[in-house]
T-cell receptor, first 114, second 110 residues
Framework: DVKVTQSSRYLVKRTGEKVFLECVQD?????MFWYRQDPGLGLRLIYF???????EKGDIPEGYSVSREKKERFSLILESASTNQTSMYLC?????????????FGSGTRLTVV | LAKTTQPISMDSYEGQEVNITCSHN???????ITWYQQFPSQGPRFIIQ???TKVTNEVASLFIPADRKSSTLSLPRVSLSDTAVYYC???????????FGTGTRLQVFP
């Protein structure tokens, strides 16, 4: 029973390309998050959203933007991909009291920028 | 931001009990402490959550002292399939953000 779906498991893009990472959840969660995960750096929050059309910067938003046009979908956009954005990207969602229920994560997208 | 630290790695053998501690020196007063398990090339998976004292479910126990500045995930009788990275997640007392721990890589040997 897949609940948070990320559109791609693996992506290879060229430097300078605009990249879209899509995330869809079917749990009617209000909160959605994008993290990147790198060896030795753990999980770092890029952006998050607590409602449709709402977005907040996380700890490392530079070089990224997001879109939340529908409750179930949260997109991460790399405006001009660079090699230092090669990483594993993880989407998560939670309910409004998600700090009680915890996050549900997608399987991740491993992005390689060449 | 609160520092949320864990041991980098731990080794164990099948059938042993493993205890992984997370130190969170500035945890938010009203937030729960949550632990996740992550296998390679997968997203983190919820294991257990607690607020204080002890919580037990079918896979683990979570021990939280009264000051809540740390928590210990206890895995009873580990098996090879428990080899994974384990993260704690807590709310920061100053920023109200949720902070992941640094992660502990558990290796279980036969």
């Amino acid at each position: 029973d897949v609940k948070v779906t990320q559109s791609s498991r693996y992506l290879v893009k060229r430097t300078g390309e605009k990249v879209f990472l899509e995330c869809v959840q079917d749990m009617d969660h209000e909160n959605m998050f994008w993290y990147r995960q790198d060896p030795g750096l753990g999980l770092r929050l890029i952006y998050f959203s607590y409602d449709v059309k709402m977005k907040e910067k996380g700890d490392i938003p530079e070089g990224y933007s997001v879109s939340r046009e529908k409750k179930e979908r949260f997109s991460l956009i790399l405006e001009s991909a660079s090699t230092n954005q090669t990483s594993m990207y993880l989407c998560a969602s939670s309910s409004p009291v998600g700090r009680v229920d915890g996050y549900t994560f997608g399987s991740g997208t491993r992005l390689t920028v060449v | 931001l609160a520092k949320t630290t864990q041991p980098i790695s731990m080794d164990s053998y099948e059938g042993q009990e493993v205890n992984i501690t997370c130190s969170h020196n500035n945890i938010a007063t009203n937030d729960y402490i949550t632990w996740y398990q992550q296998f390679p090339s997968q997203g983190p998976r919820f294991i257990i959550q607690g607020y204080k004292t002890k919580v037990t479910n079918e896979v683990a126990s979570l021990f939280i002292p009264a000051d809540r500045k740390s928590s210990t995930l206890s895995l009873p009788r580990v098996s090879l399939s428990d080899t994974a990275v384990y993260y704690c997640l807590v709310g920061d007392g100053n920023t109200d953000k949720l902070i992941f721990g640094t992660g502990t890589r558990l290796q279980v040997f036969p």
